[in-house]
Structures are given as structure tokens and as C-alpha cells.
């Protein structure tokens, strides 16, 4: 477990301390009939953020998101649509992520107190979702992109994390694919994180905006749920921002 503790913010990076099992993970394939703030291991947040109210969406690996606002905030329930980003302006909404080798990306908007948190497995990152979410925040809340910190979450990384031959065509329109494709040994490793880094600076974030200090391996850490490390069983951690 790791904890980003800011004076207007604050980010939880779950391990395989906390996981959701698979079990769960299943049943909350529609909203909780008790408050979600209730169950573990998500009562457990509550005593380390200031948490009202937690979000998560039914992640699809897909481009889609929620965005919660003061108007919209009393009425949304976790676990209710399909998405895999959520963002808001909302102190005290926390919303989430659910990751297990997939990465966990955060915005924070120092400016407009507005955030983001982001599931980025390699299908969502190739189709652009952190672009997405960050153009959503740019809507929304007038995000502006010299505001924006990025912080990584635990994920696979390129010192596991290996991909086929035939991968390589789905990075072909990135003019950046070779600078996150390693090979070793007549092996083929892809850099989930290097390339969401990529695509954000594409798109004009700065440099100094990006946070790797909790960008651990999930595949050779084993403090991390892996689906690559545990297969079918594995469970998943959670990726959690609220603003205070
Ligand atoms: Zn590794």
C-alpha cells in the first residue's frame, strides 16, 4: 500500500494486501446493495481519506468514462456503468480504478481542484484513453495543461511485461513505438507506462509533470495482484483519488 498524501489531495495505491478477489470483483458487476463504504476493503479507505462517497465504473477496457460533478455527485453509484476513467471537481467523492498488471494512471489539476483516474491496460492505452480523460478534464473543469500532475500506478513494466511479434502492428501508428518496444534475448517487451508518457507529451503535457515513484512492477513485485503472475485467479488493487 502506498499513500500520496498532498495538502489538497490524496492518492491511494493498493497491493495485494487489500486485493478484491476475483469472487467480488464479480458480484460488483452492478451497485452494492450496501453502501460501498461499508464492505472491505473499501471501509479501510475511509479511515485514511476523507471519503463522503466512493466511485468505480465496470471497466470494459474501452474510452469511455464518467465525470461527477456537484450536480450529478448525490445520484451516481459505484459499479453502475460501464467506463474506465472517472473525473471530478467533487471534494470528498473518491473515485477508483481496479488493476492487476493494467495501469493505474491519476490526474491532478492543481488549478481547478479537479482529478482523474484512469484504467490503462495496453488495448485502452493504444486507443488513446489518457488523451481522452485529459481532454474530458480540459472540458469539463478548464483544465489547462500546464496544471496537470500525472502519477503512475503500480503496473507491468518492460522488465516483465512481454508481448508477441504480432503486437507490434497495434503501436504502428505511433511514431514513438520503438522507443517503448524492448527487445532482449528474441524477446519483445512493451512499456505500458513509457507509453502513456508518450502520448500525454504528444499531446503537450510537460516532462516535469510526470510522478514514477509508484509506478512499481506488478509482475515481480509480489506485493501486487498480477494476472500474469497468478493467472485467472488473480484479484485486483485499487487505484483511489480524493480531493479534500
Ligand atoms: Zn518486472
Redesign the pocket.
Known sequence: MLLHNAPLFEIYFGSAKDELPRKLELTLNQPPEIPLLQLEPFSNLKKMMPLEQLLFVRQVHGTDGLVVTQENAEDAQPFAQDGDYLSTNVPGVGIGVLTADCLPIVFYDSRQGAASVIHAGWRGSVAGIACIALEQMQQEFDTKLENIKVFFGPSA?P??YEVSQDFVQHLDPYPFAQDVLISQADKLFFDVPGFNRHILESIGVRKESFRFEYNL?T??DDTFCSYRREGQLAGSQMTVICLK
Open positions: 513494466k522488465c516483465c512492477c509482475i515481480c
